[in-house]
T-cell receptor
Framework: QKEVEQNSGPLSVPEGAIASLNCTYS??????FFWYRQYSGKSPELIMF????GDKEDGRFTAQLNKASQYVSLLIRDSQPSDSATYLC?????????????FGRGTQLTVWP | DAGVTQSPTHLIKTRGQQVTLRCSPK?????VSWYQQALGQGPQFIFQ???????QRGNFPDRFSGHQFPNYSSELNVNALLLGDSALYLC?????????????FGPGTRLTVL
């Protein structure tokens, strides 16, 4: 069973702060890592993907991957109330389960003004 | 450029009935995956279609079946509905030649089974 674990939260930060979201995965064969944002009642929206160890930055978002520790994180700088949502971590393992995404339960983030 | 579309948006059925959900992938995508998301949970993989065939399947019973058409659109069928089938059903499309199989989700179909 391939597992993806996230702190369910809720995580609450003030506007302008850095929000840090964490995710661990069990399968060392995992090769692609994704962060989705899901507003209440809506479908997941892709924010970022990362394949290589290290950091990847896109605007206010930074994804960090450490394959040795089986850990991936998402940092949101200058958090805004509009960032309030559930953030889903997903991993994709090559081989027999090519293309199948395994999701965590999501971390609920609230950014208060 | 149209994104992933799904229909219907909402659906109410009773136990034992059958339902068909539809999905059109993003332009340029040829692979469709279906997920079930129960309230408070992450999406769970149902199956994936590529070249009109089921490429792989998650841990769902045979009551769940699907189809992919030559234009890459797809249907999800669920027979003998149970109360536990109430969930948000998500379709995701991707390109077989795309990097990392990045999947983009449609708006979903909210199914309620009474």
């Amino acid at each position: 069973q391939k597992e993806v674990e996230q702190n369910s939260g809720p995580l609450s930060v003030p506007e302008g702060a850095i929000a840090s979201l964490n995710c661990t995965y069990s399968d060392r064969g995992s090769q692609s890592f994704f962060w989705y944002r899901q507003y209440s009642g809506k479908s997941p929206e892709l924010i970022m993907f990362i394949y290589s160890n290290g950091d990847k930055e896109d605007g206010r978002f930074t994804a960090q991957l450490n394959k040795a520790s089986q850990y991936v994180s998402l940092l949101i700088r200058d958090s805004q109330p509009s960032d309030s949502a559930t953030y889903l971590c997903a991993v994709n393992t090559r081989g027999s389960t090519l293309g199948r995404l395994y999701f965590g339960r999501g971390t609920q983030l609230t950014v208060w003004p | 450029d149209a994104g992933v579309t799904q229909s219907p948006t909402h659906l109410i059925k009773t136990r034992g009935q059958q339902v068909t959900l539809r999905c059109s992938p993003k332009s340029g995508h040829d692979t469709v995956s279906w997920y079930q998301q129960a309230l408070g949970q992450g999406p769970q993989f149902i199956f994936q279609y590529y070249e009109e065939e089921e490429r792989q399947r998650g841990n769902f019973p045979d009551r769940f079946s699907g189809h992919q058409f030559p234009n890459y659109s797809s249907e999800l069928n669920v027979n003998a509905l149970l109360l536990g089938d109430s969930a948000l059903y998500l379709c995701a499309s991707s390109s077989s030649g795309g990097v990392g199989d990045t999947q983009y989700f449609g708006p979903g179909t909210r199914l309620t089974v009474l």
